[in-house]
């Protein structure tokens, strides 16, 4: 399955198929991108990060893309499990803001399907 | 693995008292954060912390907001005067020199 930006909140994946979640960001002065997963009740949850000066990163399971071009950037989850059901969030650091504030996106909720 | 903690993990509070809400933020970090997130919508950038002083705030932060590193562990948020708008999760994160935010589990305070 797929979700577009911020269009379609909520992602149904069956147990061990791949996820691939959407972000579109407007800043184009952004150089540093994470994902957060936050499961209900906790916080965000550091998943993965990229700089602007990448296009792809990989870690246990998932990889993240970015498209400087069209400021897009995805997040794909190998496998998907039950305790990956969560809501995604990616988050954008502006290259002009040295303190590092973060901008998040509206996220996605995924839910994973035996 | 050291991580981001916070108290109360719930707070119930009656509109226009004032509420402190607790973080301490990983030992070796430097730089503090406050979010929010009000149910159902994106976290949002509060207020940045730096060196004992504020670096950075978002609209949102106005003058019934403070924040305190009273000690060298401690960080907290302070509401003087709480409005039934202010009731979320709150959320502080802390980090070392590097880019990543370590988030707590966050503090909800509802207003009645």
């Known amino acids: 399955g797929e979700s577009v930006g911020l269009h379609l909140p909520t992602l149904s994946v069956q147990e061990g198929d791949n996820s691939i979640i959407n972000c579109a960001y407007s800043?184009?002065?952004?150089?540093?991108f994470i994902w957060y997963k936050q499961e209900s009740g906790k916080g965000p949850q550091f998943i993965i990060d990229?700089?602007?000066?990448?296009d792809k990163r990989q870690g246990q399971r998932v990889t993240v893309l970015l498209n400087k071009t069209v400021k897009h950037l995805s997040l794909q989850i190998a496998a998907t499990q039950p305790g990956d059901s969560a809501v995604y969030f990616c988050?954008?650091?502006?290259?002009?803001?040295?303190?590092?504030?973060?901008?998040f996106g509206a996220g996605t909720q995924v839910v994973v399907t035996p | 693995e050291p991580e981001v903690t916070q108290t109360p993990s719930h707070q119930v509070t009656q509109m226009g008292q004032e509420v402190i809400l607790r973080c301490v933020p990983i030992?070796?970090?430097?730089?503090f954060y406050w979010y929010r997130q009000i149910l159902g919508q994106k976290v949002e950038f509060l207020v940045s912390?730096?060196?004992?002083?504020?670096?950075?705030k978002s609209e949102i932060f106005d003058d019934q907001f403070s924040v305190e590193r009273p000690d060298g562990s401690n960080f907290t948020l302070k509401i003087r005067s709480t409005k039934l708008e202010d009731s979320a999760m709150y959320f502080c994160?802390?980090?070392?020199?590097?880019?990543?935010?370590?988030f707590g589990p966050g503090t909800r305070l509802t207003v009645t």
């Open positions: 988050a954008e650091r502006a290259s002009t803001d040295s303190w590092g504030k973060l901008q």
């Open positions: 990229i700089r602007s000066n990448m």
């Open positions: 800043n184009s002065a952004s150089d540093y």
């Open positions: 030992s070796n970090h430097l730089y």
């Open positions: 912390f730096y060196n004992n002083e504020i670096s950075e």
């Open positions: 994160a802390s980090k070392s020199g590097s880019h990543e935010q370590y």
